[in-house]
């Protein structure tokens, strides 16, 4: 924004596609064959021309992620939003435009959401949806709660939500089918073992053989006992520099308040822990802290102050 002036400068670069963004994508290929693999499976049981319409539909579909009706009803009721209210837009929209203004994005390009969480929390949602909780709303200072926004709008800009949300969806009918699977071995396991053991334990192997057999004629799907590794290790990377992005836009001190304020909420949370848990300190393992989209906060904090610092070194 001119500071004289008042206007706003567009950057001639709104959005794009970052690292991360594309390892998001690159690494849900896995999800990808094996929920085509399903569509195909399905298909096998219609006539041509409609098998390879299914198909031809199906994949065509993920252009939906790009519409805003859709991305609309996906945040509504995957990612549990509504949109602001007018009272709620009052605060919102001037930090928003203030956010926007710095980074030289037009604020109409977005909707504003709320999560109604009793948490501070902020999601970028689609690819035209910035979602705030309304606990962060009420609670959180003016500057903030920019640097929330000025948070998400780096996802958004580094395509990490719509990278996230193509990735979920194409991989949608593999979970599916996974669960159903799933439910269907339970019930066969529950019923078998009514009557006997060993039917039980027949029903039991028959699934195991059902799961390595697949995986073995279609070798993709080994790939998927570690794409969730892979996964958070990029969403790791992606929030990491969408914390970076933020602090470019002068909210790097406010963004360290944001995560000082997460470390007394999470040492509060271990406290009530450990004496759920007898004393004993309650810590999350190595699966959990490697299957966690986001880093922990004394590495955000830390990666932001090494920002600051080097920033303040080239300014001398």
């Known amino acids: 924004m001119d500071p004289h002036t ?9 959005r794009g596609a970052d690292a991360t963004a594309i390892g998001q994508l690159v690494f849900q290929l896995p999800h990808f064959l094996c929920s085509l693999l399903v569509i195909g499976i399905i298909s096998m049981f219609l006539a041509a021309p409609f098998n390879y319409l299914l198909i031809g539909a199906w994949i065509a579909s993920g252009a939906l992620v790009f519409h805003r009706p859709t991305e609309k009803l996906l945040a509504r009721y995957l990612f549990r939003m509504r949109p ?3 009272s709620e837009l009052t605060r919102l929209e001037p930090i928003w435009h ?11 390009t977005y909707d504003l959401w709320i999560e109604d969480h009793k948490a501070v929390n902020a999601t970028a949602a689609a690819g035209h949806i910035v979602g705030v909780t309304r606990y962060a709303l009420e609670t959180l200072p003016d500057a903030q709660l920019a640097a929330v926004l000025a948070h998400e709008l780096g996802h958004h800009r ?3 939500a719509w990278a996230t949300l193509l990735g979920y969806w194409y991989s949608m009918p593999a979970r599916i089918a996974w669960a159903a699977f799933r439910i269907a071995a339970v019930i066969a396991f529950q019923i078998a073992s ?3 053991l060993l039917g039980a334990l027949v029903v039991g ?3 195991v ?14 790939l998927v006992l570690v794409t969730p590794y892979l996964l958070a290790a990029v969403g790791r990377r992606s929030e990491l520099r969408a914390d970076v992005q933020a602090a470019e836009l002068g909210f790097a001190d406010a963004m360290i308040e944001v995560f000082h304020g997460f470390l007394r909420d999470e040492e509060q949370a271990l406290a009530i822990a450990a004496r759920e848990n007898g004393g004993r300190a309650v810590r999350p393992g190595l699966g959990q802290r490697l299957l966690s989209s986001h880093p922990d906060t004394h590495t955000r904090i830390r990666r932001l102050e090494d920002w600051r610092a080097a920033a303040a070194a080239a300014a001398r």
């Open 6 to 14: 008042g206007r706003i400068h567009l950057a001639a670069r709104q």
């Open 84 to 86: 602001a209210l007018h």
């Open 98 to 108: 203030q956010v926007t203004a710095k980074a030289g994005v037009s604020p109409e």
């Open 158 to 160: 580094g395509g990490h």
């Open 194 to 196: 009514v009557f006997s």
């Open 205 to 207: 192997l028959v699934s």
């Open 209 to 222: 053989v059902v799961v390595v057999a697949v995986a073995l004629s279609f070798p993709p799907l080994l």
